[in-house]
């Protein structure tokens, strides 16, 4: 005798609105590839050729160089647990976050006092990260919209210039932070991603500081070191800086 079968449904884990967020970062990715391949093909055609990059060290500064840059990506967000949380705007650090801060700036005490500028991206997990990795630091303290994320999802939308001051009362004193408007952050797709990222280069070479402490994203570090940094990971890069270079205001 032939027993009847019982259907069953596969309820979907993720909701329409997560999927769409999800393809629109992939689709925004594929677009900033593209920008930056005709922008890197422009540049070589008219022979303009970008401020020169060191090969990035590991763990530690070069021991000889005129200028030393260390990127440090942000610890662990809420939105780098799983795509189904990108949604999330100005994604702050979770717990995993903060106990890899704290790691941070155990391996960072030891080069503290080597920094003459330590500079953040105004996004929360990246102030979260700079001021508890960098704790012990009594140097200069910046931020600049410029090391912002490239926009992906909601994640890497930013806090009003008014809010992030109220949020983080010391930001009040930090350089650059008079020069920033109240939206900050890119609200829709960066046609000019590979000019900001050249921008920042520029920037970097044009301080007048010799050891400066970038605290940004890896998305977007990974444009300029060509390889994704792992959270509260550093990447120590020697610089030669231009004989032209001068000294620009943050904006």
């Given at each position: 005798?032939?027993?009847?079968?019982?259907?069953?449904?596969?309820?979907?884990?993720?909701?329409?609105?997560?999927?769409?967020?999800?393809?629109?970062?992939?689709?925004?990715?594929?677009?900033?590839?593209?920008?930056?391949?005709?922008?890197?093909?422009?540049?070589?055609?008219?022979?303009?050729?970008?401020?020169?990059?060191?090969?990035?060290?590991?763990?530690?500064?070069?021991?000889?160089?005129?200028?030393?840059?260390?990127?440090?990506?942000?610890?662990?967000?809420?939105?780098?647990?799983?795509?189904?949380?990108?949604?999330?705007?100005d994604s702050a650090l979770n717990e995993k976050g903060k106990e890899q801060v704290l790691e941070l700036n155990e391996k960072l005490k030891p080069h503290l006092k080597d920094f003459d500028l330590v500079v953040t991206s105004p996004i929360s997990r990246a102030v979260q990260t700079m001021q508890g990795g960098f704790k012990g630091y009594t140097g200069r303290i910046g931020v600049n919209p410029m090391l912002r994320e490239r926009l992906g999802a909601p994640c890497d939308f930013g806090t009003p210039r008014s809010e992030l001051v109220r949020k983080f009362p010391e930001m009040a004193n930090y350089e650059g932070i008079e020069a920033m408007p109240e939206i900050w952050w890119s609200t829709s797709f960066e046609a000019d991603l590979p000019e900001r990222v050249e921008a920042l280069k520029a920037w970097i070479h044009a301080r007048p500081e010799k050891t400066i402490a970038l605290v940004g994203h890896g998305g977007f570090f990974g444009r300029i070191l060509g390889y994704h940094l792992k959270n509260c990971g550093v990447a120590w890069v020697d610089m030669s800086a231009p004989a032209s270079a001068s000294a620009h205001e943050m904006v």
């Amino acid at each position: 005798m032939r027993t009847g079968s019982k259907s069953t449904s596969l309820d979907c884990p993720w909701s329409c609105g997560e999927i769409c967020v999800i393809l629109t970062q992939f689709a925004r990715e594929i677009g900033y590839f593209i920008l930056t391949l005709i922008f890197n093909l422009k540049k070589m055609f008219s022979g303009k050729k970008s401020p020169p990059l060191g090969k990035p060290g590991v763990d530690k500064p070069p021991s000889t160089t005129t200028k030393r840059v260390c990127f440090v990506r942000h610890g662990q967000g809420e939105h780098n647990r799983s795509p189904k949380y990108w949604s999330l705007v100005d994604s702050a650090l979770n717990e995993k976050g903060k106990e890899q801060v704290l790691e941070l700036n155990e391996k960072l005490k030891p080069h503290l006092k080597d920094f003459d500028l330590v500079v953040t991206s105004p996004i929360s997990r990246a102030v979260q990260t700079m001021q508890g990795g960098f704790k012990g630091y009594t140097g200069r303290i910046g931020v600049n919209p410029m090391l912002r994320e490239r926009l992906g999802a909601p994640c890497d939308f930013g806090t009003p210039r008014s809010e992030l001051v109220r949020k983080f009362p010391e930001m009040a004193n930090y350089e650059g932070i008079e020069a920033m408007p109240e939206i900050w952050w890119s609200t829709s797709f960066e046609a000019d991603l590979p000019e900001r990222v050249e921008a920042l280069k520029a920037w970097i070479h044009a301080r007048p500081e010799k050891t400066i402490a970038l605290v940004g994203h890896g998305g977007f570090f990974g444009r300029i070191l060509g390889y994704h940094l792992k959270n509260c990971g550093v990447a120590w890069v020697d610089m030669s800086a231009p004989a032209s270079a001068s000294a620009h205001e943050m904006v």
